[in-house]
């Protein structure tokens, strides 16, 4: 009772940081589909709640995604079905980036203590490439949008890259500093 309790508060919290990260997103640097964002915070989210609480999360993250995208994204302009696709991707792309790098040994992200943070950077990088290319496939089969591949690829690469950072930047290294100074 206890552990299925400890997961369903898990993917609440997993489902909410995912929805606040979208909400900041959002009121910071604008989102359109087609273009994306300079600073898509949702990837830092995601990336931090599956090394923090592992795969379980994974429904709280994807209904976050495609909840996020009915209410926020106004249903990603109409289609519904090829945005609940691209949002289930984007919530499957961190958690299959790292499986594949702890597969091929890069680095190990089971203790999050351990883990260094030049391997998160890495994780951020990796999970931005496979991001934007299964967004840009999603997208393009659907022949719903009109993308411009470089211009597609170019601003969710940098804006998957730069949202990962700034939000695991700001959780991991400002906010423990922030949190001990209140205490002081």
Known sequence: MENTKSIIVD???AFIAVFLSSILMINLSGFDVQVGSYLYLPIGAKILV???FGKHVLPGVMFSCVFCGVVLF???GGNFVWGAAGAILGAI???ASIWILEYFKVANYSQLEKINFRHILFLIFFT???HA???FII???SSVFSINPVDFLTHYLVGDMLGGIVVIWIVLKILPFVVSTVRA
């Open 74 to 76: 106004s249903s990603w």
């Open 139 to 141: 997208y393009a089969k």
């Open 128 to 130: 931005s490439i496979l």
């Open 93 to 95: 792309t961190p958690i």
């Open 11 to 13: 993917n609440l919290i």
């Open 50 to 52: 599956f090394l923090i």
């Open 133 to 135: 290319i299964s967004r």
